[in-house]
């Protein structure tokens, strides 16, 4: 499987200001995906990256508060904006090739807002 | 509402034991169901996974059961030792929906006591 880097791996931020995660994979994929995963909880599925086009948002997640970006087949962004200590959650990126059949995980970026 | 139910929500079981964790789904399109591990602070890890054509799967101490007609699977981990004190959660996906569209189970926390 693809190794899978993301930044920041932990960060507190204030409420009202945003953060950028970046997500770099070590080889080509296909497919990458932005995870919420809340303390103590399981994981939600927040968006499909699209290279070169807008993110595939799922049911309660909006462009406007969590946009994406995917330049290439290697990298995406998540911006988490305007955050509220409700945003505070461990935020996973997720990769898999079209070809195959399961997901892989970043080591996930954890959001503290105060 | 959750696609896929899982439980016991947390699991104790002593080193040399069994545990067993169970889920069930209702939608009769999934066709995939990955088993995954998380250890504190870290992203989820695939640790195995089943299609429906076969009723077990068995990768070293970890074997997963399916029924079908019932609509549950089940991990079984097997000679549990306190390194397979993790959270563990179920999923499941079907090939008729957007690629990578998993439906993760609660997650259950497992303590291997020594």
């Known amino acids: 499987s693809a190794v899978i880097s993301q930044k920041p791996s932990r960060d507190i931020c204030q409420r009202g200001t945003s953060l950028t995660i970046q997500c770099q994979v070590d080889?080509?994929?296909?497919?990458m995906f932005w995870y919420r995963q809340q303390p103590g909880q399981s994981l939600t599925l927040i968006a499909t990256a699209n290279q070169g086009s807008e993110a595939t948002y799922e049911s309660g997640f909006v462009i406007d508060k969590f946009p994406i970006s995917r330049p290439n087949l290697t990298f995406s962004t998540l911006t988490v904006s305007n955050m509220s200590p409700e945003d505070s959650s461990i935020y996973l990126c997720s990769v898999g090739q079209i070809s195959g059949n399961t997901i892989y995980f970043g080591e996930g970026s954890w959001l503290t807002v105060v | 509402q959750q696609q896929v139910k899982q439980s016991p929500q947390s699991l104790i079981v002593q080193k040399g034991g069994i545990s067993i964790i169970n889920c069930a789904y209702e939608n009769t399109a999934f066709d995939y169901f990955p088993w995954y591990q998380q250890f504190p602070g870290k992203g989820p890890a695939l640790l195995i996974a089943i299609r429906p054509d076969v009723s077990e799967k068995k990768e070293g101490r970890f074997t997963i059961s399916f029924n079908k007609s019932a609509k549950q699977f089940s991990l079984h981990i097997m000679d549990s030792q306190p390194g397979d004190s993790a959270t563990y959660f179920c999923?499941?996906?079907?090939?008729?929906?957007?690629?990578?569209?998993?439906?993760f189970g609660a997650g259950t926390q497992v303590v291997v006591t020594p």
């Open positions: 999923a499941a996906s079907s090939s008729a929906d957007s690629w990578g569209k998993f439906q």
């Open positions: 080889s080509q994929v296909t497919m």
